[in-house]
């Protein structure tokens, strides 16, 4: 898992040798992202809270995502995390899918610039003969810190709401994620 993660953010970093300004981010341009995190779980009706480091449930082991500005400020985020364990002939799978809508507040030359976002979620399970699917709800914030010219790193905070499904209970994440973004413009 460390030389995933470690050859994700070296792939990110040389890709943002080829990317152009930041600080652009007009409507067209893009950014694409790598995001790491913990996740507190809270199944509603049980009085069980489960830590799962990186945030296993909410989205994916790990999160890739890209932005797209629809105006300098407004962004729409698809996200996708998996994982897979594959032992003794059985398969567990699980992805997560997520699309968010970010506001960006500041412009120009700030160094860093917050952002609010919202949007819906859509965990998958699927083991042995079973696969299960549930949706959610979440918002959050965070901020971008520039590096340089061309990539930012992305620190968030959020909260998402599961909704109850045929196997699995309602319940309540909270998590939080740090992780690094490139810009196409």
């Keep these: 898992m460390l030389k995933t993660i470690v050859t994700s953010v070296l792939a990110l970093l040389v890709a943002s040798l080829f990317a152009s300004r930041a ?3 007009a409507p067209g341009a893009a950014e694409i992202g ?8 809270m199944p509603e009706g049980d009085d069980v809270l489960i830590l799962a480091t990186p945030r296993t449930m ?4 790990s999160t ?8 300098p400020h407004g962004e729409l985020e698809p996200s996708f995390g998996l994982m897979l364990v594959s032992s003794g002939g059985s398969t567990l799978t699980q992805f997560g899918l997520g699309l968010d809508y970010l506001y960006n ?8 610039r917050p952002f609010l976002m919202g949007g819906g979620r859509m965990v998958s399970f699927s ?7 549930q949706f959610g709800l979440g918002g959050g914030f965070g901020a971008k810190s520039t590096i340089g010219d061309r990539a930012a790193m992305r620190y968030s905070a959020e909260l998402v709401h599961q909704f109850e499904s045929d196997n699995f209970a309602a319940r309540w994440d909270v ?5 690094i973004s490139v810009f196409t413009k």
């Design 34 to 41: 790598y995001d790491l995190g913990l996740s507190i779980l």
């Design 127 to 133: 083991g042995g003969n079973a696969s299960e699917n």
């Design 23 to 25: 600080a652009a981010q």
């Design 64 to 71: 890739v995502r890209a932005g797209f500005y629809l105006s």
């Design 175 to 179: 998590a939080f994620a740090i992780g």
């Design 58 to 61: 909410s989205i994916g082991v």
């Design 105 to 112: 507040f500041g412009g120009g030359r700030q160094k860093t």
